[in-house]
Nanobody, 125 residues
């Protein structure tokens, strides 16, 4: 059973940056693709970014491409989401997720197996 704990959320202003962290435990980290999703009030949860188990390949939602960067530190079982040029529409609860997929070359954007509890990101205008 994989456990995921997010941190780093907060209240920022438009244009600011924020870095989310997710600590993983309970599994062999290098066997998992890692992803970030978000859910705004009244909306469905949506894909934000993902990275493959080796940290070589990434995927991004069009809405964050060029502003957000996902990365991993396999030695520390951590995944990060660097968010730059934040906009009010980025306001949401951000969730870290893991999917057992040691051999994929393109990180998946759905069907993740494990989820964190979420961290709130609020961007004021």
């Amino acid at each position: 059973q994989v456990q995921l704990v997010e941190s780093g959320g907060g209240l920022v202003q438009t244009g600011d940056s924020l870095r989310l962290s997710c600590a993983a435990s309970g599994g062999i980290f290098s066997n998992y693709c890692m992803g970030w999703f978000r859910q705004a009030p009244g909306k469905e949860r949506e894909f934000v970014a993902a990275i493959d188990s080796r940290g070589d390949s990434t995927s991004y939602a069009d809405s964050v491409k060029g502003r957000f960067t996902i990365s991993t530190d396999n030695a520390k079982n951590m995944v990060f989401l660097q968010m730059n040029s934040l906009k009010p529409e980025d306001t949401a609860v951000y969730y870290c997720a893991a999917r057992f997929a040691p051999l994929v070359f393109t990180p998946p954007t759905r069907d993740y197996d494990y989820w964190g509890q979420g961290t709130q990101v609020t961007v004021s205008s």
